[in-house]
């Protein structure tokens, strides 16, 4: 995959975000939160390992996230990611701040 190569001028801070919304659902490996991003963007996001498990990285280290081994669908060891607590608290404070910035760029531009 793509490190969202598909929308280079994607808001930065985004990923976490969508990797704590993705999480919110349940605990989930690496690629699967891949491709679940993909899949609910409908194939216009697509994340790089090279971006994914780094950020996963330190998500872990701020707490957000804890991390079990496990076994996936396919019969493949993997590690599986769930939120803590204070994951989602982070994430409602993150998706209310991007909700915050989203009505405001759509007030700027119904109004130029």
Do not use: C
């Not at 930065?12 to 963007?41: C, D, F, V």
């Not at 707490?63 to 939120?83: I, P, Q």
């Amino acid at each position: 995959m793509g490190e969202l190569s598909s929308n280079p001028d994607l808001l930065p801070g985004t990923l976490y975000m969508m990797i704590l919304r993705t999480l919110n659902q349940g605990p989930l490996h690496g690629y699967g939160i891949a491709k679940r991003i993909h899949e609910w963007s409908n194939g216009d996001l697509a994340i790089e390992d090279g971006s994914l498990y780094p950020a996963l990285n330190r998500m872990l280290h701020k707490g957000w996230l804890d991390a079990d081994w496990g076994v996936t669908e396919t019969n493949r060891k993997a590690r599986f990611y769930r939120l803590t607590v204070e994951g989602k608290k982070q994430l409602e404070a993150e998706s209310s701040a991007f909700n915050k910035m989203v009505n405001a760029i759509q007030l700027v531009m119904r109004t130029s």
